[in-house]
């Protein structure tokens, strides 16, 4: 359990209990992505984030804590009664309002937020090419997107398949864990946004490992869960997996004409 607390390294996500993190897993270690991705991001008190893909909620907590924005956190499998129930516990319910809502079909205004941010979920519905133009709409010229999601040094297509103890792990999924080059192109080719920074997490296969073996110890039934990924990322060192995380901000409306069809 120590080992997850590495101020060195993200010394804002280890002022957080592990305990209460591990309670609410749902994937790699959210915080230390989110803190990560956020040294390429510009986020400021008062701001009015959307947190798409929230999950059970730490992701959300941290962006009202941190960097004392409004928070909408955003998810279609867990029940906003239950994040909520944890935003209240964290003492930033008055802050993080929680919505139940399907990251193609979103119940909010055109240009309501001043940033989004999705941490290991994007990789779920934001690699079909007609996703950005979608949902920068929700964003206000100028706002921010940033996203960290599963990747791959290298590209399914140019390595041929799948690599076998990947593929052992997560079958087809893995054909959305892209490059940073691929996310940078994927967006920055619709010219709805500039593309700020798209880089490979330093050693995140490491941080991976690290969690999950928090995960095998410490959670009922951990182990079972786990050991697959434990193996994959055991095998793989580094050569194929890691995080990429892309930031970016929507350009202005002269930009935004250019892509849309002639009336």
């Known amino acids: 359990m120590n080992d997850l607390v590495r101020p060195d390294r993200y010394p804002r996500s280890s002022r957080y209990d592990p305990s209460w993190l591990l309670r609410l897993d749902m994937g790699p270690n959210p915080l230390w992505l989110l803190e ?18 929230s999950g059970k909620g730490a992701t959300s907590v941290f962006l009202a804590r941190e960097y004392g924005a ?6 279609w499998w867990i029940a906003p009664e239950e994040a909520a129930a944890v935003f209240a516990e964290a003492g930033v319910g008055d802050r993080v309002e929680a919505v139940r809502a399907e990251a193609h079909a979103l119940p909010f205004e055109e ?3 001043d940033a989004i941010v999705s941490v290991d979920a994007f990789e779920y519905f934001g690699t079909a090419d007609g996703y950005l133009p979608y949902l920068v709409r929700f964003l206000r ?7 960290a999601t599963p990747a791959m040094t290298r590209e399914v297509r140019e390595l041929g398949a799948i690599p076998p103890h990947i593929r052992a792990v997560v079958g087809w999924e893995a054909i959305a ?9 994927q967006w920055e080719i619709t ?3 500039t593309v700020t920074s798209a880089r490979l997490q330093q050693d995140g296969w490491r941080d991976w490992l690290l969690w999950a073996r928090a995960c095998a110890e410490y959670q009922p039934d951990g182990r079972a869960a786990n050991q697959p ?23 202005g409306p002269d930009t935004d004409r250019r892509a849309l069809p002639a009336e």
């Open 36 to 53: 990560n991705l956020a040294q390429d991001l510009d986020l400021r008190p008062g701001m009015r984030i959307l947190d798409l893909g």
């Open 70 to 75: 409004r928070v909408v956190a955003a998810d």
């Open 111 to 113: 240009e309501s937020f």
């Open 141 to 147: 010229p100028g706002g921010q997107l940033g996203m």
């Open 177 to 185: 864990w892209h490059t940073a080059q691929w996310w940078r192109f």
């Open 191 to 193: 010219e709805l946004v």
């Open 229 to 251: 990924v434990i193996d994959m990322l055991t095998a793989d060192g580094g050569e194929f997996l890691t995080f990429a995380l892309v930031t970016a901000r929507r350009n």
